[in-house]
C-alpha cells in the first residue's frame, strides 16, 4: 500500500474498498506539475520563516526540479496506489531526498494544497484556451472576406426574414466568441493565487512571508509567464471556495452553447434542403449501410457536447449547494467536470477551426433562395414610408400585397402597376421593382457600423 499523508491516529489499515472508492489520482494526475510549483513556493516561505534552512530548501527544490522535469516530458511514473498526486509527488520526493522530504508539509494541508494546484491548472488553462478561440474567430473573419460580397437570406423563427452579407453571418459568431474571451479573461484575472490557509484556521508563519514572486523559487520559462503568491485574507473561505470552478465551467458552457449554435447552423446550410455550403469530406463521416451518405457528425457531436457542459455546470453547482464550512470531501468532485469541460472546447475549437477552413458555398443555391420576393417585404415597407406614407399604414399596405401574391401565384415583379396601385398609389413601378434585388436591400441599412 502506498504510504499516505495521514494516518498516525489509526490502527487498522483502510479498507481497499474505500482505497479505491475515495482516490483521485486517476484524474488529479492532471494537476502534478501545478502541486510542483506549489510546493516550489511553499518551500521558499519556509526558509523565510526558518523552518528550512537555505541547504534543506536548496535540496528539496532539486528534487521538484527534477519531478518537475518529468512531468513536462512525460516521463514520470506516478504510483497508481496512491491516494492523490499529491501523496505520489510527496512519495517520489521523499525517495530522490531521503527523511528531508517530511518537513515539506510544515504548515500545509491539503485543502490549501488542492486549491493552489487547481486554481494554477484552471489560470493556465483559460490563458491558452483563449488563444484557440481566437483562432477560430480569425478563421471565421477570414472565410467572411472571402465571400465579402455573398449575400444570403437572414431568418427568423426559421423563415425567411430578410437578405443579410454572409460576412456579418459569420462576423455575429465572431461577437459571440470575442464575449467568451473577455468573460473567461475577466475569470482567469480574478482567481488569486494564495496560500497560508491550512486545513481551515491558518499557519504559524506570519502573512508577509506568504508575499513572494514566482521567479524568486522558480524560472519563469517553466510555466510561461510569472504568478505571485500572496496571503489568504479569510482561510475558512479560501479553502472552501470553489466559486471560480463553477465561474468557469458556467462560462464554457456558454461558449460551448455559441459553438453548438454555429454547428446548428452549419448542420441546416449543408442539407440538401438547403444546399447553401459544402463540408470537405475530411470532415464528414459516412453510412455502414447507406453509401450515398456524407454525414456532418462532427457538427452534431459539437451540438450534443454542449449538453455534457451543462451537466458538468450543475453537476458541481449542486455538490456544493450544501456543504457546511470548510473543506468536505465533496469538493474532490470538481475536478472532473473542470478538466473535461476544459477538454471538450479546447478539442470543439480546433476541429471547427479545420472545418470552417474548409467550408464552401453554393452560390447558385443561395441565389434561389435570394428569389423569394417575401425577402424584400420591409424595404417595399420602407419605400412607401419615404414617400409619407406613416409605417404602421405601409406595412399594412405591403402585407396585403404579399398575400395577394401568395393567393394568385403571382410574383410582385409581375403584377401592372394599375394593380399595385390598389395598394398604394405612392408605388411607381419601375422603382418598386429594383427593391428584389439582395444586394440593394442589404446596402440600404446604415446602422450596421463595418
Given at each position: 500500500m502506498a504510504k499516505k499523508l495521514w494516518g498516525g491516529r489509526f490502527s487498522k489499515k483502510t479498507d481497499p474498498l474505500v482505497e479505491e472508492f475515495t482516490k483521485s489520482i486517476q484524474y488529479d494526475y492532471k494537476l502534478a506539475k501545478y502541486d510542483l510549483l506549489g510546493s516550489m513556493a511553499h518551500i521558499e516561505i519556509l526558509k523565510k520563516a526558518e523552518y528550512l534552512t537555505s541547504a534543506e530548501a536548496n535540496k528539496l527544490l532539486e528534487g521538484l526540479d527534477s519531478i518537475y522535469d518529468a512531468v513536462e516530458?512525460?516521463?514520470?511514473?506516478?504510483?497508481?496506489?496512491?491516494?492523490?498526486?499529491?501523496?505520489?509527488?510527496?512519495?517520489?520526493?521523499?525517495?530522490?531526498?531521503?527523511?528531508?522530504?517530511?518537513?515539506?508539509?510544515?504548515?500545509?494541508?491539503?485543502?490549501?494544497?488542492?486549491?493552489?494546484?487547481?486554481?494554477?491548472?484552471?489560470?493556465?488553462?483559460?490563458?491558452?484556451?483563449?488563444?484557440?478561440?481566437?483562432?477560430?474567430?480569425?478563421?471565421?473573419?477570414?472565410?467572411?472576406?472571402?465571400?465579402?460580397?455573398?449575400?444570403?437570406p437572414g431568418f427568423t423563427h426559421m423563415q425567411h426574414a430578410q437578405p443579410v452579407y454572409l460576412s456579418d453571418y459569420l462576423h455575429a459568431y465572431c461577437e459571440m466568441l470575442d464575449r467568451d474571451i473577455k468573460r473567461l479573461g475577466r475569470i482567469e484575472n480574478d482567481i488569486k493565487i494564495c496560500m497560508g490557509a491550512g486545513a481551515l484556521a491558518g499557519t504559524p508563519i506570519n502573512a508577509e512571508e506568504y508575499k513572494i514572486k514566482a521567479e524568486e523559487f522558480i524560472k519563469e520559462s517553466k510555466i510561461g509567464e510569472a504568478f505571485n503568491v500572496q496571503a489568504v485574507s479569510n482561510s475558512l473561505d479560501a479553502v472552501s471556495d470553489r466559486d471560480f470552478v463553477i465561474e468557469i465551467i458556467s462560462a464554457l458552457s456558454i461558449l460551448s452553447m455559441h459553438l453548438s449554435r454555429l454547428a446548428e447552423d452549419l448542420i441546416?446550410?449543408?442539407?440538401?434542403?438547403?444546399?447553401?455550403?459544402?463540408?470537405?469530406?475530411?470532415?464528414?463521416?459516412?453510412?455502414?449501410?447507406?453509401?450515398?451518405?456524407?454525414?456532418?457528425?462532427?457538427?452534431?457531436?459539437?451540438?450534443?457536447?454542449?449538453?455534457?457542459?451543462?451537466?458538468?455546470?450543475?453537476?458541481?453547482?449542486?455538490?456544493?449547494?450544501?456543504?457546511?464550512?470548510?473543506?468536505?470531501?465533496?469538493?474532490?468532485?470538481?475536478?472532473?467536470?473542470?478538466?473535461?469541460?476544459?477538454?471538450?472546447?479546447?478539442?470543439?475549437?480546433?476541429?471547427?477551426?479545420?472545418?470552417?477552413?474548409?467550408?464552401?458555398?453554393?452560390?447558385?443555391?443561395?441565389?434561389?433562395?435570394?428569389?423569394?420576393?417575401?425577402?424584400?417585404?420591409?424595404?417595399?415597407?420602407?419605400?412607401?414610408?419615404?414617400?409619407?406614407?406613416?409605417?404602421?399604414?405601409?406595412?399594412?399596405?405591403?402585407?396585403?400585397?404579399?398575400?395577394?401574391?401568395?393567393?394568385?401565384?403571382?410574383?410582385?415583379?409581375?403584377?401592372?402597376e394599375s394593380l399595385l396601385k390598389k395598394f398604394s398609389n405612392k408605388i411607381i413601378k419601375k422603382e418598386f421593382v429594383k427593391l428584389f434585388d439582395p444586394l440593394v436591400s442589404v446596402k440600404s441599412k446604415k446602422s450596421i457600423k463595418r
Open positions: 516530458e512525460k516521463k514520470f511514473k506516478f504510483d497508481k496506489k496512491c491516494e492523490d498526486i499529491h501523496t505520489a509527488i510527496q512519495n517520489s520526493l521523499q525517495k530522490k531526498v531521503g527523511d528531508l522530504a517530511l518537513k515539506l508539509h510544515t504548515a500545509r494541508s491539503r485543502n490549501d494544497q488542492v486549491v493552489f494546484a487547481t486554481k494554477m491548472y484552471s489560470k493556465m488553462e483559460l490563458a491558452k484556451l483563449n488563444i484557440v478561440i481566437a483562432e477560430l474567430g480569425n478563421v471565421l473573419i477570414k472565410l467572411g472576406k472571402n465571400n465579402s460580397e455573398v449575400v444570403i441546416i446550410w449543408s442539407t440538401k434542403e438547403f444546399d447553401f455550403v459544402e463540408i470537405d469530406e475530411a470532415f464528414c463521416t459516412g453510412s455502414s449501410l447507406m453509401p450515398q451518405k456524407k454525414n456532418a457528425d462532427v457538427l452534431e457531436l459539437v451540438r450534443g457536447y454542449a449538453g455534457r457542459l451543462y451537466g458538468n455546470l450543475v453537476s458541481v453547482l449542486t455538490m456544493m449547494k450544501g456543504l457546511p464550512l470548510t473543506y468536505n470531501r465533496d469538493m474532490q468532485l470538481d475536478k472532473e467536470p473542470l478538466f473535461n469541460s476544459f477538454e471538450i472546447v479546447s478539442s470543439e475549437l480546433r476541429v471547427l477551426a479545420g472545418l470552417v477552413k474548409t467550408l464552401k458555398f453554393n452560390k447558385e443555391k443561395i441565389a434561389e433562395h435570394l428569389k423569394d420576393e417575401s425577402l424584400y417585404a420591409t424595404d417595399l415597407v420602407y419605400y412607401l414610408v419615404d414617400r409619407g406614407i406613416a409605417f404602421k399604414n405601409a406595412h399594412t399596405a405591403i402585407g396585403k400585397l404579399i398575400k395577394y401574391s401568395l393567393d394568385n401565384d403571382i410574383l410582385i415583379k409581375d403584377m401592372p
